[in-house]
């Protein structure tokens, strides 16, 4: 079965292992119509057919689509918005509307946001504190 989470360990693995001669054996038309089936008009990913949607999928799917410079308006359209409704009244964000915040959720959220150039709308200094308070990185 398909699924996010080996699709961008994958692609992640060919950039470390062969770099862009590796990257070019990929069929990018296959990958992108893989991730629009895996797309919600909520704006969310699912990690694979009828699978979870969360943050780590939204992720997942956008980095590989910016890797393999196949991002479009398609794959972005309301991710952003579904992150923000995942932003937590204490800064951090969740891997779905209304659940806690957890430290990996948060980095999936930022760096999704900074690929897709809408972390501006996240409350920046909530997500500093809160990552600085979980002890991870800020660069």
Same mark, same amino acid.
Request: charged share 15%; proline share 3%.
């Given at each position: 079965? /398909?699924? *996010?989470?080996?699709? %961008?360990?994958?692609?992640?693995?060919?950039? +470390?292992?062969?770099?862009? !001669?590796?990257?070019?054996?990929?069929?990018?038309?296959? #990958? %992108?119509? &893989?991730?629009?089936?895996?797309?919600?008009?909520?704006?969310? &990913?699912?990690?694979?057919?009828?699978?979870?949607?969360?943050?780590?999928?939204?992720? +997942?799917?956008?980095?590989? !689509?910016?890797? *393999?410079?196949?991002?479009? %308006?398609?794959? #972005?359209?309301? #991710?952003?918005?579904? @992150?923000?409704?995942?932003?937590?009244?204490?800064?951090?964000?969740?891997?779905? /509307?209304?659940?806690? !915040?957890?430290?990996?959720? +948060? &980095?999936?959220?930022l760096a999704t946001m900074i690929l897709i150039n809408e972390a501006h709308?996240?409350? *920046? /200094?909530?997500? @500093? #504190?809160? *990552?600085?308070s979980n002890r991870l990185v800020v660069l």
């Amino acid at each position: 079965m /398909p699924h *996010l989470a080996t699709t %961008y360990a994958a692609v992640n693995s060919l950039i +470390t292992l062969g770099g862009q !001669a590796a990257l070019s054996s990929i069929n990018r038309d296959k #990958v %992108y119509a &893989f991730l629009q089936r895996m797309k919600d008009p909520s704006g969310c &990913f699912r990690m694979h057919e009828k699978g979870e949607l969360d943050v780590r999928a939204c992720y +997942t799917a956008i980095s590989v !689509a910016s890797i *393999l410079n196949i991002l479009d %308006y398609q794959l #972005v359209e309301n #991710v952003g918005n579904y @992150i923000i409704s995942c932003q937590t009244y204490e800064g951090g964000i969740a891997g779905e /509307p209304g659940s806690e !915040a957890h430290g990996g959720y +948060t &980095f999936c959220g930022l760096a999704t946001m900074i690929l897709i150039n809408e972390a501006h709308r996240l409350d *920046l /200094p909530a997500v @500093i #504190v809160t *990552l600085n308070s979980n002890r991870l990185v800020v660069l």
